[in-house]
T-cell receptor, first 112, second 117 residues
Framework: DTAVSQTPKYLVTQMGNDKSIKCEQNLGHDTMYWYKQDSKKFLKIMFSYNNKELIINETVPNRFSPKSPDKAHLNLHINSLELGDSAVYFC???????????FGPGTRLLVL | AQKVTQAQTEISVVEKEDVTLDCVYETRDTTYYLFWYKQPPSGELVFLIRRNSFDEQNEISGRYSWNFQKSTSSFNFTITASQVVDSAVYFCALSEARGFGNEKLTFGTGTRLTIIP
């Protein structure tokens, strides 16, 4: 009965590879987000989706491509991974009716 | 543009002491929301509280209390009788009211709290 889940939890890969992170929420929320937490713990928004439509794209390199197949899922595909992409990626969701965003457990990505 | 400042990078206190985490924010909007999240060593982000800009009432939840003062643009968090389980990084965050996915959380840089047994 996890509210916001992400897979995988850990991801170790080589530079230049392509990888995807999946997020699912069972809260019935209509808005989902991706945030990046860097090595200094700084959290910054990357994308938001509302009812499967991209709303916020916060100057993220176009190697990052989010996809929302339905309101309960928001995936993040990253092409040509670089060392600087190493971070923890958090998915979050909320309903339009109230402001609180609930976060998934995070995906720890390490690019070697 | 919105901004959140958590000037305290790290705090250490002995168990059972009280501790206050400071948060100062900047926004031009009249309607906004303030949050505190906890990130324990296990890494997840746990929602603690939300406050909207029209509600300056202080809130208490068990050992936790929050003091919201619009006059000083501050939203401080106090833990009373701290426990080892309170050890975590605490983030203050701000969201301006936009609707339909346009609202984003702007986080402070976090305060790492260590409770010494």
């Amino acid at each position: 009965d996890t509210a916001v889940s992400q897979t995988p939890k850990y991801l170790v890969t080589q530079m230049g590879n392509d990888k995807s992170i999946k997020c699912e929420q069972n809260l019935g929320h209509d808005t989902m987000y991706w945030y990046k937490q860097d090595s200094k713990k700084f959290l910054k928004i990357m994308f938001s989706y509302n009812n499967k439509e991209l709303i916020i794209n916060e100057t993220v390199p176009n190697r990052f491509s989010p996809k929302s197949p339905d309101k309960a899922h928001l995936n993040l595909h990253i092409n040509s991974l670089e060392l600087g992409d190493s971070a923890v990626y958090f998915c979050a969701s909320r309903t339009s009716l109230q402001e609180t965003q609930y976060f998934g457990p995070g995906t720890r990505l390490l690019v070697l | 543009a919105q901004k959140v400042t958590q000037a305290q990078t790290e705090i250490s206190v002995v168990e059972k002491e009280d501790v206050t985490l400071d948060c100062v924010y900047e926004t031009r909007d009249t309607t906004y929301y303030l949050f505190w999240y906890k990130q324990p060593p296990s890494g997840e982000l746990v929602f603690l509280i939300r406050r909207n800009s029209f509600d300056e009432q202080n809130e208490i939840s068990g050992r936790y209390s929050w003091n919201f003062q619009k006059s000083t643009s501050s939203f401080n968090f106090t833990i009373t009788a701290s426990q080892v389980v309170d050890s975590a990084v605490y983030f203050c965050a701000l969201s301006e009211a936009r609707g339909f996915g346009n609202e984003k959380l702007t986080f402070g840089t976090g305060t790492r709290l260590t409770i010494i047994p």
